[in-house]
């Protein structure tokens, strides 16, 4: 058995042991470990958070004083938390009405497109989903807040990078040991969100055939 698929399985059976939803819990982790993006107390927008293993990971690093909203496409089941709520909605046509003028700590997004098989086309969706987490970010993220953002690697990605770089202090990219070294997915960690995040920068038009 390959290394990359015994690491795998070692991250799946964890997760069931722990009582994790997904071995996504374990992306989190590494990335909150090394890069201390969650903090007691804080209040925290999960977007994209079904089955529910971020809210989960991100319920018991806040503490009971902190809180969490999930929002996915999906319905998440009851998580029984106390500190963790949970939205049905596309992201997309979230009403920032909901959260009542409320500001948030971190943003988190781990959300992925329908995968279609075609690299360019699922990295695009992907970059696009991101833009939104972004301009949500610029909206309800508190002066000097985290936003994590997962993305599928391609032509879009530097400047996506670069976007992430004029609006918060230090934006990286990581790779956590869960996620599958063949996959593309990786994640951006930005800390130190900048008073000014307040504009959209201007995304260049699609290349004809880019799969946009
Ligand atoms: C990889 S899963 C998230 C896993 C989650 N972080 C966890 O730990 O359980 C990606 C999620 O993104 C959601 N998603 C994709 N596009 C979305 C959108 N426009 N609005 C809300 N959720 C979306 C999908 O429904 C899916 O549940």
Known sequence: MSSQRVLHDHFFRE?????????????????????????????VLDLGAAPGS???VASKRVGPRGKIIGVDLKEIDNLQLDNVTTIQEDVTELSLETFENEMFDVVLSDMAPSTTGNRTIDHHGSVRLCHTA?????????????LV?????????????????????????????ASRAISTEMFVVCTGRKEDMTKPMDIAPPRPGSGW
Not at 136 to 142: D, R
């Open 15 to 43: 997760a069931k042991r722990n009582g994790y939803r997904s071995r996504a819990a374990y992306k989190l982790t590494e990335i909150d470990d090394k890069r201390s993006i969650l903090r007691k107390k804080d209040f």
């Open 149 to 177: 953002m997962k993305v599928l690697e391609g032509g879009a990605y530097k400047e996506l990078l670069e976007r992430c770089e004029t609006c918060f202090s230090v934006a990286k990219g990581f790779k956590p040991k």
């Open 134 to 146: 972004l301009d949500i970010a610029a909206t309800l993220l508190k002066p000097k807040g985290n």
């Open 54 to 56: 971020w809210l989960q």
